[in-house]
């Protein structure tokens, strides 16, 4: 298998591991795409991701083999551009880039200029004929190399640019000649020696491989590894190296560099959007040094910015990328994010990808695109991230609040936040972690933020553009973020900021929008979203493609409303647990459990039937003609004891009962380890009367909806903790005796089913057994993950972090179902119940049923619906639509 391959010029681009993402990694892949379809690439190679692997696998050595193929690739972009490597006279020079198959902070940063040295920057002085051209690209090379590659502190390099600039009395980097940049060279050369007790490397082939070994090692940094821990990235993929020459967009005023999306990715706007720098190099565009420019005068003119845009500056570059953007989207029929250098008037692509947007931004382009006939439904409905749409079904601020603003920056990714102020990414992790809401103030972010804006509700920078890191690093997370807040200036060591002329401290609260770039003091009130448009529409899609019903865990009136409107089709599962907290019902409670018999337990459940019926009625109503899965009484008593005495000498007093009798029976109930103790249908067996009382609740409920508006809700009776057919059988009985009696004292009947949770692994097993009794299961994967797995859910925090470190659990399990170990339960509970009674109704009703890696279990599975939160409803009709296609 080769393990190199070259793009441009005369290469062949029609193997298929070249261009595919896993072998040459993301950008290999597209740089090889964009020459074979006959776009401006400088030409270069690639080497696989397979060899990064066993490179760092064999001890950082590199092949003979790996040695010629690199000689032979190197030999082909030398012909295609007709200079050679290291030639004093005309020297050919290189970039080293890394790229795994998904964009990745973390990866080594790009080194330019690579091929310079003493030599051969007289050479490129010579033939470009521009001698503060050839010595601005050493001294960029110099620095980055001894950065990335050496290992030496950045600022030493910016310190000294600094002083230079001061001593000759300059502001910008514009305005430094060649003198001043070769003098600079001199002095960067001395800090590498004396930083490295050894010269910068002169030998080009020594630097070469220096940058390769470097982009190699930087796949096991520990900024890499932490962005894949965030994003679910396996650790055996490994990153690619991409050696291409030089394009120069530095050689003066007809050579500049750039940034462009082929769409607007914050709103999805059909525009071209971008960012560009005259005579400039690399990532200055996006580094913040200077302020980049706009791409079109359209844009410029909004913005009321002087400088003039590429548009009118350079039309004829323009006019060609243009043409580019379009060939790119009918292409890759997607939103293409795309790097670009002009050197004197020549165009040249050197990235192309598919671009990061907002959720907006993505659902407009999934269904603007198939308006165009570019994407089909179901492309459309694949493109669209289910977690994203988390982003718009949240609050956003209200308009009408008054907003105390203290400066603007620019809308780098929309949404609404409000926190603390926190000025360092440990900090703002630290704080978060504690449950704070915070807010990162940077100057500007680098990979080494990544985890603090995680942690982050919203980021704010002085500096930056819509292309910085923050900007494009906050869309990707989907935290709204204001960057290049020119007002912003902050005070590290007093860790005070000014934001405008208002002095502002760590911990103070600020609230920013990421869709207008305000900046306001204190917390601004905010709205419920309104679900129309293009999400209303890529929705309607997504339901017409999907097979599992979409229901909702809800046990307030409240959270039904909302998950209908989210478009819910039932209740999944309605805990009435949480109706037992009412403050105005816990001490009737609180008797029930205490109470010495059966007799005493009656007594207080006569006064909660009215309360639970009058709860169930209001769910029913809200959920009219829709099934409604309720839960009987599941949680350990324990549970509803009153702590402290101040709760006991109050409950005395409203039940008559002395304090020394209900600390006696509190005494009594304690339990070492309640979750698996008296909860559940064991509840039921020994206590019937509570479930009795309930039941009686839920038919008299359905009764008097069914017999007021006529449209009768489904209610699905479900017994938690099930292990065993017999208990099954018991408390169906009992049910099935209260609906009798209702139904004989309402003198009507209603459709209703009783079934259990499936939750301990005892349950899956005997599945085939309790169909007998259940006509529907609900997978509680919460319960089902805590029993199969022995973690208290409860207590997992301490050592589930580390476990997912370490990759003993590919993903938190419960967040994400562990499809390998409780999926085999699931998977064989569905198939035994399924063998007894071929109509069983399949759920899950876990908080998984809100995550999409495990609705595609479920899907797989053949589950009938899955439940989740309200807020999840969209995010699970999207996941299950795309499950289905
Ligand atoms: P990243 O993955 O961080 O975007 P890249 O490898 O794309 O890093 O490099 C960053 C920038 O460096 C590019 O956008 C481009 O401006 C510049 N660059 C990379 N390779 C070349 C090249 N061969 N010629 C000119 N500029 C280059
Ligand atoms: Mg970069
Ligand atoms: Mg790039």
């Known amino acids: 298998m080769e393990q190199v391959y070259t793009f441009g010029?005369?290469?062949?681009?029609?193997?298929?591991?070249?261009?595919?993402?896993?072998?040459?990694?993301?950008?290999?892949?597209?740089?090889?795409?964009?020459?074979?379809?006959?776009?401006?690439?400088?030409?270069?190679?690639?080497?696989?991701?397979?060899?990064?692997?066993?490179?760092?696998?064999?001890?950082?050595?590199?092949?003979?083999?790996?040695?010629?193929?690199?000689?032979?690739?190197?030999?082909h972009i030398e012909r295609t551009v007709g200079k050679r490597f290291g030639d004093a006279a005309d020297p050919l020079l290189v970039s080293v880039r890394s790229g795994a198959r998904v964009s990745m902070p973390g990866m080594m940063d790009t080194v330019l200029n690579l091929g310079l040295n003493d030599d051969t920057?007289?050479?490129?002085?010579?033939?470009?004929?521009?001698?503060?051209?050839?010595?601005?690209?050493?001294?960029?090379?110099?620095?980055?190399?001894?950065?990335?590659?050496?290992?030496?502190?950045?600022?030493?390099?910016?310190?000294?640019?600094?002083?230079?600039?001061?001593?000759?009395?300059?502001?910008?980097?514009?305005?430094?000649?060649?003198?001043?940049?070769?003098?600079?060279?001199?002095?960067?050369?001395?800090?590498?020696?004396?930083?490295?007790?050894?010269?910068?490397?002169?030998?080009?082939?020594?630097?070469?491989?220096?940058?390769?070994?470097?982009?190699?090692?930087?796949?096991?940094?520990?900024?890499a590894k932490v962005y894949r821990r965030l994003n679910d990235i396996p650790g055996d993929w490994g990153t690619a190296v991409n050696v291409q020459a030089m394009v120069f967009g530095n050689m003066g005023e007809t050579s500049a560099t750039g940034v462009a999306f082929t769409r607007d990715p914050a709103t999805g706007e059909r525009a071209y959007y971008g960012e560009w720098l005259v005579n400039a190099q690399g990532e200055d565009v996006v580094a913040g040094i200077r302020t980049p420019q706009y791409l079109t005068r359209g844009a410029r003119e909004r913005a009321g910015a002087k400088p003039l845009s590429m548009e009118e500056a350079m039309p004829q570059a323009y006019a060609e990328l243009a043409r580019v953007f379009d060939l790119l989207e009918l292409h890759y029929k997607d939103m293409q994010d795309i790097e670009f250098t002009v050197e004197r008037g020549k165009l040249f692509m050197l990235q192309t990808r598919s671009g990061k947007r907002t959720a907006k931004a993505a659902l407009k382009m999934a269904v603007d695109m198939v308006d165009e006939g570019l994407i089909d439904?179901?492309?459309?409905?694949?493109?669209?991230?289910?977690?994203?749409?988390?982003?718009?079904?949240?609050?956003?601020?209200?308009?009408?609040?008054?907003?105390?603003?203290?400066?603007?920056?620019?809308?780098?990714?929309?949404?609404?936040?409000?926190?603390?102020?926190?000025?360092?990414?440990?900090?703002?992790e630290r704080l978060a972690a504690r449950g704070d809401a915070v807010i990162l103030v940077r100057v500007e972010t680098s990979p080494e933020d990544i985890h603090g804006m995680h942690a982050a509700r919203g980021i704010l920078t002085a500096r930056g553009?819509?292309?910085?890191?923050?900007?494009?690093?906050?869309?990707?997370?989907?935290?709204?973020?204001?960057?290049?807040?020119?007002?912003?200036?902050?005070?590290?060591a007093a860790r005070t900021l000014k934001i405008g002329n208002r002095a502002l401290k760590e911990g103070d609260v600020i609230t920013l929008d990421g869709a207008t770039g305000d900046i306001m003091a204190g917390e601004v009130p905010t709205i419920e979203p309104e679900l129309v448009g293009d999400f209303a529409v890529l929705m309607g899609w997504a339901d017409r493609h999907r097979r599992m019903k979409v229901r909702t865990n809800a046990e307030t009136p409240a959270d039904c409303r909302m998950a209908?409107?989210?478009?819910?089709?039932?209740?999944?599962?309605?805990?009435?647990?949480?109706?037992?907290?009412?403050?105005?019902?816990?001490?009737?409670?609180?008797?029930?459990?205490?109470?010495?018999?059966e007799a005493g337990r009656r007594a207080a459940l006569t006064k909660l039937l009215p309360e639970q019926r009058a709860d169930f009625r209001e769910i029913f109503e809200v959920m009219a003609g829709l099934p409604v899965t309720i839960r009987l009484l599941d949680p350990p008593l324990h549970e509803f004891l009153p702590h402290g005495e101040a709760e006991f000498a109050e409950l005395s007093e409203a039940i008559g009962v002395g304090v020394d009798t209900l600390k006696r029976r509190a005494e009594e109930l304690h339990e070492f380890n309640p979750m698996l103790g008296h909860r559940g249908c064991r509840l039921g067996i020994t206590f019937p009367e509570i479930y009795e009382m309930q039941?009686?609740?839920?038919?008299?409920?359905?009764c008097e909806v069914a017999q007021a508006s006529g449209e009768a809700v489904v209610p699905e009776v479900m017994i938690p903790l099930v292990a065993t057919r017999k208990e099954l059988q018991i408390l169906k009985a009992l049910v099935d005796r209260v609906a009798a009696q209702v139904f004989a004292e309402q003198g009507r009947t209603l459709d209703y089913l009783v079934g259990t949770m499936i939750e301990l692994p005892r349950a899956a097993l005997m599945a085939g057994e309790i169909a007998e009794e259940a006509t529907f299961f609900s997978f509680g994967t919460n319960d089902l993950t805590q029993t199969t797995l022995g973690v208290s859910r409860d207590d997992a925090a301490r050592f589930l972090n580390p476990y997912v470190e370490q990759g003993i659990y590919p993903r938190d399990?419960?967040?994400?179902?562990?499809?390998?170990?409780?999926?085999?339960?699931?998977t064989l509970a569905a198939e035994r119940g399924r063998a007894t009674r071929p109509e069983i109704k399949l759920g899950i009703c876990g908080e998984h049923g809100g995550d999409p890696a495990s609705i595609a279990f479920c899907e797989a599975t053949g589950l009938d619906y899955v439940s989740a939160s309200p807020y999840r409803v969209p995010i699970a009709r999207l996941a299950a639509a795309q499950a289905a296609l």
């Open 465 to 492: 553009g819509m292309t910085s890191h923050a900007a494009v690093v906050a869309r990707g997370m989907g935290r709204p973020c204001v960057s290049g807040a020119s007002g912003l200036s902050i005070d590290m």
């Open 564 to 597: 209908r409107q989210f478009g819910a089709e039932g209740i999944g599962l309605c805990r009435t647990e949480h109706m037992f907290f009412d403050a105005k019902r816990i001490s009737a409670v609180r008797q029930m459990i205490l109470a010495e018999d």
């Open 813 to 826: 399990p419960f967040v994400s179902l562990d499809i390998e170990g409780v999926g085999q339960l699931v």
């Open 695 to 702: 039941a009686r609740a839920i038919f008299e409920a359905a």
């Open 9 to 75: 010029g005369d290469a062949r681009h029609d193997e298929p591991r070249a261009r595919d993402k896993t072998i040459v990694g993301g950008k290999g892949a597209n740089l090889a795409e964009m020459a074979s379809i006959g776009l401006p690439v400088p030409p270069g190679f690639t080497i696989t991701t397979e060899e990064c692997i066993r490179y760092l696998a064999e001890g950082a050595n590199f092949s003979d083999q790996l040695r010629a193929d690199v000689a032979a690739a190197l030999g």
């Open 121 to 223: 920057v007289q050479g490129l002085a010579a033939v470009s004929g521009d001698d503060r051209f050839a010595w601005d690209s050493y001294r960029r090379f110099i620095q980055m190399y001894s950065d990335v590659v050496l290992g030496i502190d950045h600022h030493l390099f910016e310190d000294a640019l600094e002083i230079a600039k001061e001593d000759n009395g300059f502001y910008a980097d514009v305005d430094l000649a060649a003198e001043h940049w070769q003098a600079l060279v001199g002095e960067y050369k001395a800090i590498v020696a004396r930083e490295l007790g050894r010269p910068f490397p002169q030998d080009v082939t020594e630097q070469l491989w220096g940058a390769i070994a470097a982009v190699f090692d930087s796949w096991d940094s520990d900024r």
């Open 377 to 428: 439904e179901a492309t459309a409905i694949r493109r669209v991230d289910p977690m994203a749409l988390d982003q718009l079904l949240h609050p956003t601020l209200d308009p009408k609040a008054p907003r105390d603003v203290l400066g603007k920056g620019l809308p780098a990714s929309p949404g609404a936040a409000s926190g603390a102020i926190v000025l360092d990414a440990d900090t703002a």
